[in-house]
């Protein structure tokens, strides 16, 4: 079983949006890698069916997915919900892996707001 984990926080909304919203009714949360540039991959997270060689795993009452390919870059990530000046949505940190980045993160100052920002702040 992967190494991944949801805050409460992160947890709880992507149960709600699962449960709300039609669109996403029936589907897994997929955590993916995006793109390839000078930053390294960006991690992502959505809604979608899941595949046959995708590796299944739940957590709460949601089921996740993550093709096996990414699954060496984001083993021991953690998903949290983030909702601040950068925008409003998941966020993916795997410490294991310093030179991959959050969907979030832009520059180092990013990285460092989260970690020296309390939960109420977020």
């Not at 699962?18 to 390839?36: M, T, V």
């Not at 959505?46 to 990414?70: N, R, Y």
């Not at 030179?99 to 920002?117: E, P």
Request: net charge negative.
């Amino acid at each position: 079983m992967p190494d991944i984990s949801l805050t409460p926080e992160a947890l709880q909304i992507a149960e709600r949006m699962a449960a709300e919203d039609p669109a996403n009714s029936g589907l897994a949360l997929r955590l993916y890698l995006e793109g390839k540039g000078c930053d390294g991959f960006y991690y992502g997270v959505t809604f979608s069916a899941p595949l046959a060689e995708d590796i299944t795993f739940s957590q709460g009452t949601l089921t996740l997915v993550i093709d096996k390919a990414a699954l060496e870059f984001m083993d021991g990530s953690i998903v949290s919900w983030v909702d601040d000046d950068r925008g409003r949505g998941f966020l993916v940190e795997n410490p294991q892996h310093k030179r991959f980045r959050g969907k979030f993160f832009k520059r180092k100052s990013w990285q460092d707001k989260l970690t020296s920002s309390s939960p109420e702040s977020l």
